[in-house]
Structure formats: structure tokens, C-alpha cells
């Protein structure tokens, strides 16, 4: 399986003045902007005395500074530039240097591959949105996909918008995606959805299979788009998983309920997941999607990752 | 049997500088190579005096401290310091440690103002392992506010490898001590079986902060003149720095494994001959250095729990951090083949190797 890319940030919490930490399951990366502009990922540790990179400064010429010794890294390839008061001693050997990785940026998002030499075309997403946040999550990457895709009231949160237990239309894979529609209500005050005869709105999504990265869109019954959103998923440290999305709200809404998504916070991934609903949540389209999943990871040519190999 | 550490410990690693000029290869003991199998938490040294509390803290009701988990509690009998490995109120259930005598008692001794527990067998304690400390008083007595207590969030040699390594200083500590400019700086090695010494020389060094505030240095820079010397078995080191102009600052700095991963230190700065104001500002300081290094140490640490394929890269500064990786392998691997004795003595009066001035520590 070839090493996927990952959304890691979003733009705005990449600068050029103090360096993000983030990790990618059990890999720590730091992400910060060179000189240019350019996002740079390297792994969170100085290979001089292990100590975070991501505790150290960013350079007025865009070298990543580690906060322990001093010693300077090039974003792009890794490589000491620079260790204090070694005056014209300057020169290392290509082996004094930090794992870099490959970074990419786009719809405002930043995303990483841990496989620097990777093939995979970086993700595009189709638009920027101007609304985005960052949750944590303590729940497993896999599982928190499975939540979403189950009872996304779980782990979404969205202005006055219930989501119901019934499907305008089942999983299934749309090239290479896994799609789903969900029916949902308004407000809280209404027939249980059970004996409801027609709702209102409906939550399209399209995930990836491998990481759970998520397109959102919001509809009501006349075909307007009310809200869009990008939602990713990433298996962070300790079966953390780190939240980060992106939305923007549709410009033609009707109905008081619709006009409310305007208002600040309309859109959230929770931070919190409720423990005693999701222990008795009984899964449905999660069985299916589970199985997709595992057919398309298999179905793909293995291709090393070089994380652990990184020297 | 003192060498000099005529060229970079790292010569025959994955390094650089290669130019050094080559000394003949050490007897016996791990290799150069051995500095990247470093697990600090695995060591454990025996037979040695551990600093375990500050006299003062120490009165009729135990106070509990450790020594590789192993429980030490202190107390005074008649003004007499005892350490047990039972609390007087425990009702003993475990069997009793091979460290301490009949009565689970172990050899203690009061000395330079500190309580120094034994960590061995009881019938090689000797106060002739005590380390050399010359700017303390042998019977103590230095006010309170010269010492303190603080805890590093790291294991011990970790804690200790930070502080011979002085370059951290420069970035880690710059709005205490200064930055790292300086127009040359010099690093000598000196080392035994039992110890280490480094002696840092900088010349035209941008002044300490805290000194431009609380001594009223005006010049620009200074030159500095740093000296750590380590005890091994004790984790104990002597951090000593001259600045002309400025204050002559001898510390106390004893790393006590309490725990794998932790580390308790007994602090004392003996700052009598400086300014009033420096004289207690300058103890204070080391509550916020203190939390600056662990900002590193603490997520260094578990970084090497386990030994890793993955080399350390060094530059020509680590060779006094590198050497006491080296020697303090050598003493576990003597350790380990049940060698515990002292090829060298710790208690000699190390003034001279710390370059101390005499005239300003008479006791
Ligand atoms: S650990 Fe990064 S410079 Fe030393
Ligand atoms: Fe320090």
C-alpha cells in the first residue's frame, strides 16, 4: 500500500514564525514556512540529541533552528546547514541530516506524505473555504471513520441539523470513494424520525477508504448545496485522532433554519465523542464500508513506505 | 591516573572530524563506537554515595526519599541522621534489600551540608568515596537560601549529559546567560575512571544577562571560564563558572536517579563572595533553567529507552558529553562483572582540577 498523503494542518497554523507539531500516528513531524513561503515537514526529532525540532525557531532564511543546540536544517532536503560557533567549518557530510518528508498545499489544507519519493499525486480539494478548525479526538482513526459513517451526529456537528438513521442511498464506491446520503431533520422539535414521512435535507459524503478524509455536503430538498465542508481525519499519537476541517456555507439558503448556518459555529467536529452512545451504537454502514475498505487496500500494489526506514 | 581527551571521542564515528589527531586506543572498555549504545535508563551504579537531602531538611519525622526506587527514609535519632529502607510505622511485609544492614539500615553520612545515603553493599561504604566538593563547607552551614530542591523530568545521565554539554546554555538559557557569541571558544577534557571534568574557556562572551542586571557588569563581554566536573557513580556534578569581570559562581548540582526516568536534585550555589543582590538572585535562577532543560530533556529521554539503530550525529563540542557516555559504560560493564572497587579517589581535594580560587572558599 503506498504511503497516503496526509492532511496535517491547516494553512493558517503553518507560519514562518513558530514551527507546528503533528504527528502522523506514532511519527512526529514539524511543519513550519521556509523564506519563500513554502511549507516544509521534516521528523520532530534532531538527529543531533533527539530533542524536538518543533520546540526550536524558524531562521530569517528559512532554515528550521532546533531550540537545544542550535543546529540548522534546509527544510527541503533535511541537511545541517549550520551548527553555532563552528565558524568556517561549515561543511557536512550528506549523513548529517533530519528525515524530510513531502509536503504539499492545497484548498488550505497542508498535507504530508511520510514517503518522500512518493508517486501519488497530492490530493486537490475543489475550492477554498473560509471557515476551518482543528478537534482531538480520543477515539481510533478507524473507528472514529466507522462513527462517521454509522451516526455522524457523533462526531460532526452541525447547526440544528439532526441526522437520521435512514439512507437516501447505501455505501458504495464511486471511483475510488466511498459514497453515502444521509437523510437528516432540522431543529429538534418534530416527529421522531421513524414516522416522518419526508425530511428535508441530506448529508452527502465521500471518503477515501485509506484515510478517511471526508467530503461533507449538505442539501436541502430543491437541490441547493447549503453547506460544504472537508473533513480529515489522522491518526495522531497515543489512538488520538486529530480533526482537521475546512466548510463554507451555500449562497442561496432558504428557511430560517438554512439562514442559521450563517451564524459563527455552525460547523464543528466534536472534540468529544459521547462514550455510552457510541459503545451501544449498532453498526450498519460501517459493515459494508469496512469491507470496501479492506478490498480496496488489498487491491492496491504494495509499495514500502520509508517512515521507519528513514535513517 | 588523569588523561587529557587530546582529541574528539567521536573521531571513529559517523563524523566529520576526522583531522584530530588519533590517541593510542584505550586498553579495554566499549568502543568509540559504544556512544551510540547509549540506554541511560538501564545503568545503575552501586557502591556510592548518593546526595539525598539538604541537612536542614531533615528532623525527627522521616522524610522519604529514593535511590533507584529503592525507598530511603531519613530521620534523626538524638540529632543523628539514620536511613532505612523501612518508615519506623511500616508494618514490614518485604524482604529486606541486600543494601542495608540487620536492621534494614543504611550506611548515611552528613557532610558539606548535605545527607548522603549509600547505595551498595553496606560493608564497602567508606567516607573516602565521598566526592570532592571544595567551595562547600565540610560541616555545612551555608544559608538556605543557597539551596534548593529541583526535579529534572528526565532520566539521570540524561540530565547530567546536559550539563556537560555547555553549548545548550548558549540557546536553551540565552535570556540568563547570554547568547552564544563569543570571539573563540575552547573545550578541554579531562577524565578518570570515577570522573569527568570539562573545562570551557570563551573569550569576549556577550554578558549574562542576569549578571548585567543583579552584578552592574557595564562592559559589553566577558570572558567566562566554565567548569563541569562529574562524579560518576554519584551523579553528582560541580558546575563552576569564573567571569572577569563578574562573580566567581560555584554550584552544587547532584543528578539523584530517583526513579528510571526521573531525576532529584539537591542544589547548592555557594554565591558568598558576590554581590548582595546577585548573592540571592542568582540561586533563584535555577528554578527557571532548571525547567528550561527539561523542556528538552523530557521528551529526549524516552527517546532512548531503547537502543536505536539510529546513530547520534556529533560536532567537535559533544567530546566531554561523548566521554562520559563512554565512562559511564565502562563502570556499568565493570559493575556488571562484579568489579564495585574505586580505581581512583573521589575524595581528593579537587581545587586545582577545577581551577577553584583557594583564597575565596576558606573553611
Ligand atoms: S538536539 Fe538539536 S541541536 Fe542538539
Ligand atoms: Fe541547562
Known sequence: MASPWWKVALSEEVTSTKPLAVDVADQPVVLWRDAQGIARALEDRCPHRRAPLSRGCV?????????????????????????????????????????????????????????????????????????????????????????????????????????????????????????????????????????????????????????????????????????????????????????????????????SHAVGLRHKGSFAVRETVDAAALRVLIPSASHLANKLREDIRSAAPAVPSSVSAAA | MLEVADRSASSDTDHFDSAAPAAPKRASGPSMNAVNNWVPHDLVM??????????????????????????????????????????????????????????????????????????????AADPAHLPSLPFLPPKGGLPKHMTATIRFDCSAPISLENLIDLTHADFLHADVVGDEKSDSEEVEVYYDSETITMVRTLVNKSVAPIMKFFSGIRQPTQNVRQVIRIYLRSHCAIAYGRFSPGDDVPLFHPCTPESRDRTRMEMVMNTSNAGTMFRHVM????????????????????????????????????????????????????QDAGDFAYRDNVSADCSDIIGLRKELFQF
Not at chain 1, 532546533?66 to 540548522?72: I, L
Not at chain 2, 536492621?103 to 553493599?121: A, D, N, S, T
Not at chain 2, 523530557?298 to 527517546?303: A, G, K, V
Open chain 2, 283 to 334: 540561586p533563584k535562577a535555577g528554578y527557571k533553567v532548571s525547567r528550561q532543560d527539561s523542556s528538552m530533556t523530557n521528551p529526549q529521554s524516552p527517546r532512548y529507552m531503547d537502543l536505536s539503530p539510529r546513530k547520534d550525529l556529533h560536532s567537535r563540542f559533544d567530546q566531554a558529553g561523548q566521554r562520559y557516555r563512554l565512562l559511564m559504560m565502562d563502570l556499568a560493564a565493570r
Open chain 1, 59 to 255: 531562521r530569517d532564511n528559512g532554515w528550521i533552528q532546533c531550540g537545544y543546540h542550535g543546529w540548522s536544517y534546509d527544510g527541503e532536503t533535511g541537511r545541517l546547514k549550520d551548527i553555532p560557533n563552528m565558524k568556517d567549518e561549515q561543511k557536512f557530510p550528506p549523513v548529517y541530516k533530519a528525515a524530510a518528508f513531502a509536503v504539499s498545499e492545497n484548498g488550505g489544507f497542508v498535507s504530508v506524505n511520510l514517503d518522500q519519493k512518493t508517486l501519488l499525486a497530492p490530493p486537490a480539494v475543489r475550492h477554498d473555504m473560509p471557515l476551518g478548525g482543528t478537534a482531538h479526538v480520543a477515539l481510533g482513526h478507524d473507528q472514529w471513520i466507522s462513527a462517521l459513517f454509522d451516526d455522524p451526529g457523533l462526531v460532526l456537528d452541525i447547526r440544528s441539523v439532526q441526522f437520521t438513521p435512514y439512507l437516501m442511498s447505501d455505501l458504495r464506491e464511486e471511483n475510488g470513494l466511498l459514497v453515502m446520503e444521509r437523510f437528516c431533520q432540522w431543529g429538534k422539535l418534530h416527529w421522531p424520525s421513524y414516522a416522518t414521512a419526508e425530511f428535508p435535507i441530506t448529508l452527502i459524503t465521500r471518503t477515501d477508504p485509506e484515510t478517511g478524509e471526508t467530503e461533507a455536503v449538505l442539501r436541502d430538498d430543491s437541490f441547493r448545496t447549503l453547506l460544504t465542508a472537508q473533513v480529515a481525519p489522522v491518526p495522531a499519537a497515543r489512538g488520538v485522532t486529530q480533526v482537521r476541517w475546512r466548510a463554507c456555507i451555500g449562497d442561496e439558503l432558504k428557511g
Open chain 2, 46 to 123: 552501586r557502591d556510592s554515595w548518593f546526595p539525598l537531602a539538604h541537612d536542614h531538611a531533615v528532623g525527627k519525622t522521616p522524610v522519604r526519599r529514593a535511590v533507584y526506587s529503592h525507598p530511603f527514609y531519613i530521620w534523626r535519632e538524638d540529632g543523628k541522621v539514620v536511613a532505612s529502607e523501612f518508615h519506623p510505622l511500616e508494618i514490614v511485609t518485604r524482604d529486606k534489600s541486600p543494601y542495608t544492614d540487620a536492621r534494614g539500615r543504611y550506611p548515611v553520612i552528613e557532610h558539606y551540608g548535605l545527607i548522603w545515603g549509600w547505595f551498595g553493599r553496606p560493608e
